[in-house]
């Protein structure tokens, strides 16, 4: 756990901010209360698991993956061109059959099929987790500038961190995540607003 001596000198640990995405706490896309999302790799973030214990919502990243079917040929009949495009198909196929948009002849092709993922939409300027993109529930403005944390045991190290007024490098061989933080967090002059607004984010 994070922690400051009796200096006020920084003593966090020399973590990278990978270490801390595997877990974050987002607003529920059906209650929207407090709920995880959780990755078994912060190097994979495309895969993981939301789940809110308020209203028992779960969802697996793969639930989002979607395939669109692609046919791009020329008519065998007119010679005219396809091309048709058909989304949103939760598995892929290995036959569609379309009409030709010009003399109306159906024909049976085996199509292309392009994956993508479905992700939730949030507003502009909102921090959101990297697998669903839900916004994180421990974010708030701080004299114009979004403040947040992926969970609570990265804002627990960036209180630390904001609260410590001797603050030493840490590791001379990788950056930590403290020393990525945003410089409006370093400076001194805001230190009491973001320890409010941390202590704020603490109670939700």
């Known amino acids: 756990m994070s922690m400051q001596n009796e200096g006020h000198r920084y003593a966090g640990p020399a973590t990278v901010r990978q270490s801390y995405m595997t877990e974050f706490v987002v607003a529920c896309p059906r209650c929207h209360k407090d709920a995880v999302v959780t990755v078994n790799s912060a190097y994979i973030p495309s895969q993981g698991k939301l789940t809110c214990s308020n209203c028992m919502f779960s969802e697996h990243s793969e639930d989002l993956i979607r395939y669109k079917m692609i046919v791009k040929r020329h008519c065998d009949n007119c010679g005219k061109h396809i091309n048709v495009e058909i989304p949103n198909q939760k598995v892929p196929s290995k036959q569609v059959t379309v009409p030709c948009p010009h003399c109306g002849i159906t024909r049976t092709f085996e199509p292309r099929n392009e994956p993508y993922k479905?992700?939730?939409?949030?507003?502009?300027?909102?921090?959101?987790?990297?697998?669903?993109?839900?916004?994180?529930?421990?974010?708030a403005e701080v004299k114009g500038n979004q403040f947040w944390a992926y969970n609570r045991r990265h804002l627990n190290d960036i209180k630390s961190y904001v609260h410590a007024k001797l603050r030493e490098r840490q590791s001379e061989g990788y950056t930590t995540m403290v020393e990525r933080l945003p410089q409006f967090i370093k400076e001194a002059k805001n230190r009491e607003a973001i320890l409010k607004t941390i202590e704020q984010l603490e109670r939700r």
Do not use: M
């Open 118 to 139: 479905l992700v939730y939409k949030a507003a502009s300027g909102v921090a959101t987790d990297p697998v669903f993109n839900l916004p994180l529930l421990l974010q």
